[in-house]
């Protein structure tokens, strides 16, 4: 396989990902990774000098609304959901010391 | 006649017209709910309770006049991506698996509106990531034609409930042929709009450029009126697009004659099963038959597809499933130290393997150094892959090819092999790239009695052709 995915990568890309992968699940990482990307490669047949990203594909400018409330207080039906809450706010561990 | 063997048109305009009660529609679907579910499990949710009263009240506004639309009191299936309000909507993860939504989809809100009455939430791959619906947290759906086999995915939950009568009919999502794939599996009709025609808003997102909702039905009729439903310019969806061409059942026409439709050579290679070959080429002679002019040609790009669509969904999943931290809802790990130890462990153990090995994939091809020689690459294969498609669609009405390579395989024989799994999306994905409509629709059935679809693909907004093609094909299938 031509794409060689070392330990480095996947600690890397594990933290971008916020992923903590086993160690069992990081041999596989590597090796799918490794497969997709020698498949994702083929890409590189392709000529693509002088084309432009698609990112859309119809033409689409920004769509603005007026900064007016439409709807109520909802907060205690979203506070619902979370796994932590306290004074009607979301509870989180402690950031920093 | 059964309650069971309406279309859901047709028992509409049943319940409507005083021959039976939205009640009564419910309560068959229960009833068979009961009999089929241990078996297909097409449902995450269902909830009896609130599905009668809702049916109750759908009956009470029919008898007022105020409900006179095409889906009045018919019993439906939401795929379990799609907000509910108060209704658990995992996305079928277990880091979803308390998720009760303060909101509903506006696909859903514009189904109630037209008094289609929920019954519950389909199973489906976890967070859409798959075509077998075998990543879901909670369990595998069975194929109703023959339960050792997979019924497709990501919505073959809502694929497999059409196709067993579980629901008259459902809703999927569509982001590289999660709704046409599985339909093509279970014998039923499945539709992805043209990008931007269904609001996004409230489906909980994937790959956001390509993400369309639409409808899985028995047929082509239903199809059109779900889709007239659920058609709506959202000003919550800043992708959502402004039609006024949205009365598609009024392309419900037995007519091909003139029309111009071309078949792929690229689409009948290496890998096709020769079955579906013979079944999707007789359906074109059908077509043929009825008066289209049907030619071949060369597509081209159609093997840059699958690599451009899976580095571009796999990073806008990275960044869309970032929201899933622990906070704000959903699972969160027990143990753990500190913030940043919550986030790895809540994720790790909430995602399963096929979405974490997508993040990871995302993560990197959007990462410092591989963005450009990845992510950028793509987008530009991506605009090389909608200029042959405009390309055809200068000389063509319509592409006529099959859904999928092959029918549905057996449970398991998928999962272990990733790639060999993609590669079978081959014909669907590429419509999603693109932004185009397609529809998928049976078209015959293997040496082994699992159904074929044919799928037809137009030009962006041209979904009457697809209708109106479709129709011809479905009332003349058998006459040839």
């Not at chain 1, 060689?4 to 890397?12: K, L, S």
């Amino acid at each position: 396989m031509a794409n060689v995915i070392t330990d480095e990568t996947i600690e890397y890309v594990g933290i971008l990902a916020k992923l903590a992968l086993s160690d069992e699940e990081k041999e596989q990482a590597k090796k799918d990774m490794g497969r997709m990307l020698d498949y994702i490669d083929k890409l590189a047949e392709l000529d693509t000098e002088g084309i432009e990203p698609m990112s859309h594909v119809f033409p689409v400018q920004n769509v603005f609304r007026e900064d007016v409330v439409t709807n109520g207080d909802e907060s205690g039906k979203t506070l619902k959901n979370a796994p932590g809450e306290k004074d009607n706010m979301f509870m989180v561990p402690k950031t920093f010391d | 006649m059964d309650i069971l063997e309406y279309s859901a048109v047709a028992l509409s305009a049943a319940i409507r017209e005083g021959k039976l009660t939205a009640t009564e529609a419910m309560e068959a679907v229960l009833a068979r709910i009961d009999e089929k579910e241990k078996d297909i499990n097409a449902y995450v949710t269902i909830d009896r309770e609130q599905a009668l009263r809702a049916a109750a009240s759908a009956q009470e506004r029919i008898e007022k006049g105020e409900l006179t639309g095409a889906l009045a009191g018919v019993p439906v299936a939401i795929k379990d991506n799609m907000c509910t309000e108060g209704m658990l909507t995992t996305c079928s993860s277990k880091i979803l698996e308390n998720f009760v939504p303060t909101f509903s989809a506006e696909a859903v809100i514009n189904l109630e509106k037209a008094g289609a009455v929920i019954i519950g939430k389909t199973n489906m791959d976890e967070f859409a990531m798959g075509s077998t619906t075998e990543t879901s947290a909670y369990g595998v759906t069975r194929n109703p034609w023959n339960t050792d086999h997979v019924p497709g995915g990501s919505s073959g939950g809502s694929a497999a409930a059409v196709a067993a009568g579980e629901c008259f009919f459902a809703l999927g999502s569509d982001t590289g042929g999660s709704i046409r794939q599985p339909a093509s599996f279970c014998g039923v009709v499945g539709l992805k709009p043209t990008y931007g025609t269904v609001s996004r808003y409230g489906l909980v997102a994937y790959g956001s450029s390509l993400d369309q909702i639409g409808p899985l039905t028995k047929n082509v009729a239903d199809c059109a009126a779900v889709l007239e439903v659920i058609a709506s310019h959202d000003m919550k969806d800043s992708t959502s697009i402004n039609r006024n061409d949205t009365d598609f059942t009024a392309a419900l026409v037995n007519d091909v004659k003139g029309m111009k439709i071309g078949i792929p050579r690229d689409y009948f290679g290496e890998g096709i099963d020769a079955e579906v070959k013979n079944a999707v080429l007789a359906a074109a002679e059908t077509l043929a038959a009825q008066g289209a002019v049907v030619e071949e040609f060369d597509l081209s790009l159609v093997e840059y597809a699958i690599p451009t669509y899976y580095t571009i969904a796999a990073a806008e999943a990275s960044s869309n499933l970032e929201r899933f931290d622990g906070i704000k809802y959903g699972y969160r790990a027990e143990a753990f130290e500190g913030l940043h130890d919550m986030y790895k462990k809540t994720r790790s153990e909430g995602f399963g393997a096929e979405v974490k090995r997508r993040i990871m994939l995302g993560s990197f091809v959007l990462s410092s150094g591989y963005y450009d020689a990845y992510y950028l690459k793509a987008l530009k294969v991506k605009a090389m892959i909608k200029k042959a498609f405009d390309d055809a669609f200068a000389r063509y009405d319509l592409i006529l090819g099959p859904v999928a390579p092959t029918t549905a395989p057996k449970l398991g024989e998928s999962l272990s092999d990733p790639l060999k799994m993609y590669l079978g999306d081959i014909y669907t994905i590429s419509v999603n790239l693109a932004g185009l409509p397609a529809i998928s629709l049976p078209c015959g059935k293997d040496s082994r009695g699992l159904p074929v679809g044919l799928q037809l693909i137009a030009d962006s907004f041209q979904e009457k052709k697809l209708i109106q093609a479709a129709y011809t094909y479905e009332q003349n299938e058998k006459k040839i």
